[in-house]
């Protein structure tokens, strides 16, 4: 276990000061910048292939984890079928109503990974992904005492699966990770959350899912009854533990309020570690993704974060306060600050990046880009204030996918702009149910999603 201590940015980063919105037990307070305005100058980093989201030479699209690759970023850069001139024509090629409001989506391998919750259904499918022909079910038993996680997303790791689930008991409900044969959909490790005097846990921070780094599964569990974060790397295709990073007591959220999993990037993986900054503000460390150790820290004066993303050398994160929140791009390897900017923002938000843009949805306000190296705002759409809050956003082919960013009462499926301009160029019909938690992915000419049901949208004759 790695022993944690408090480490302060060499590059002395000035401390935000906002309001407290949401309070666990620790207090900040101070005045927000004007909305939507760059707060600081930032240095233009070239972008490399890495930054772009992809390997070099990878030429095979898969979108194996949440947010296509492990800094989540949520952007596709081989998309080419779907663009800004055909995307209106996209139609339901098949869907699946035996999985009710799915919670997470990955692809690999012509094959489509589901995660379903809280339904009759709930587990992990595999389906044939041009066919939507059901492969296998594992029962890794996602209906239970979950608390608020109901966004589980897997992520595949050679030919493990790699997925939340519990222990299934009434009694003492237990949560961790499993690891499932890609192959067969058989049960091959599983990992839980301790026990705390006999009780149960929710394990799972807020439904931090499994992220990938390439080598291991990188996650954080609470250890005990709500009681310690701890950030945990794992074994896939064991389920050993490789490093753990002790939480911190009585700080059971951690102050990540996002349900995505934790972002790596540049070696470092991003994570909130808990109300222990000045003040008893949110910490924020990037820590060496090989062996825990701490590679940099981020004081933060705010107990919560929102989301946290990565390219291949900047992590991206949001932090709320008040009416404002504020976007925060830190150099991945060494923790300088690049840049902030303010955003107008009053409900959970979320992000996407690509090689250009950082594109940021608020379920109150609308839909944000910035300039993804200096934070200059480039275009808002706030003409539709009915994006799902902490809802979802994905980014190909100069699309930027929402879910409910075009309808009434967070119930479309999709809602597609234009990356450059922001224009709302297609919608789909509504959901009378409403949709769903899940990320849309877009593969191949095809965006598997929500429909309320799961959905693949195609163009005719695909």
């Not at 690759?69 to 109503?97: C, F, M, Q």
């Not at 839909?367 to 994905?394: D, E, F, Q, R």
Request: charged share 10%; proline share 5%; aromatic share 8%.
């Amino acid at each position: 276990m790695v022993m944690r201590g408090i480490r302060k940015i060499a590059s002395a980063i000035a401390l935000l000061g906002f309001p407290v919105l949401f309070a666990s037990g620790c207090a900040a307070s101070g005045t927000a910048g004007s909305p939507f305005t760059p707060i600081s100058p930032a240095a233009n980093l070239p972008v490399s292939p890495e930054a772009r989201g992809v390997a070099p030479n990878a030429k095979t699209v898969e979108w194996p984890q949440f947010g296509y690759n492990r800094g989540h970023s949520a952007y596709n850069p081989l998309e080419t079928t779907i663009g800004t001139n055909n995307v209106s024509k996209l139609k339901i090629g098949w869907n699946d109503s035996s999985i009710i409001q799915p919670s997470g989506i990955v692809y690999d391998k012509n094959l489509l990974y589901v995660n379903d919750m809280g339904q009759t259904n709930a587990g992990l499918y595999a389906f044939n992904a041009a066919t939507g022909a059901q492969k296998w079910f594992a029962n890794v038993n996602l209906n239970g005492g979950w608390g608020s996680f109901n966004r589980s997303v897997s992520a595949v790791a050679g030919n493990m699966v790699v997925t939340p689930c519990s222990n299934g008991s009434t009694t003492q409900f237990l949560t961790g990770l499993c690891g499932v044969n890609a192959t067969n959909g058989k049960v091959v490790w599983k990992t839980y959350c301790t026990l705390y005097q006999g009780s149960g846990c929710e394990g799972l921070i807020n439904g931090t899912s499994p992220a990938y780094d390439g080598k291991n599964v990188i996650v954080q569990i609470t250890q005990g009854v709500n009681e310690q974060p701890d950030t945990e790397a794992f074994n896939p295709k064991t389920g050993a533990s490789v490093w753990d990073v002790a939480g911190i007591y009585h700080c059971p959220d951690a102050g990540l309020g996002s349900g995505a999993p934790l972002p790596v990037a540049g070696g470092n993986v991003l994570a909130v570690l808990g109300c222990q900054g000045t003040s008893g503000g949110t910490e924020i460390c990037a820590l060496n993704a090989a062996s825990g150790s701490q590679a940099w820290c981020y004081q933060s004066p705010n107990v919560y974060v929102q989301s946290m993303i990565a390219d291949a050398t900047k992590f991206y994160v949001i932090v709320p306060g008040g009416s404002t929140s504020t976007v925060i791009a830190f150099n991945a390897k060494s923790g300088a600050q690049i840049w902030k900017a303010s955003i107008p923002a009053q409900n959970g938000s979320v992000m996407a990046v690509d090689p250009n843009r950082l594109y940021v949805e608020n379920g109150a306000n609308g839909l944000y880009a910035l300039k993804a190296s200096t934070g200059k705002p480039v275009w808002s759409y706030t003409a539709n204030g009915n994006m799902i809050v902490g809802g979802s956003i994905s980014v190909a082919n100069d699309i930027v996918y929402t879910n409910g960013g075009g309808g009434n009462n967070d119930n479309v499926a999709i809602a597609a702009f234009n990356s450059k301009s922001g224009k709302l160029i297609y919608s789909t019909s509504s959901v009378s149910n409403g949709s769903a938690p899940a990320t849309g992915i877009i593969v191949n000419g095809t965006v598997y999603t929500g429909c309320y049901t799961l959905c693949a949208f195609t163009l005719p004759g695909k």
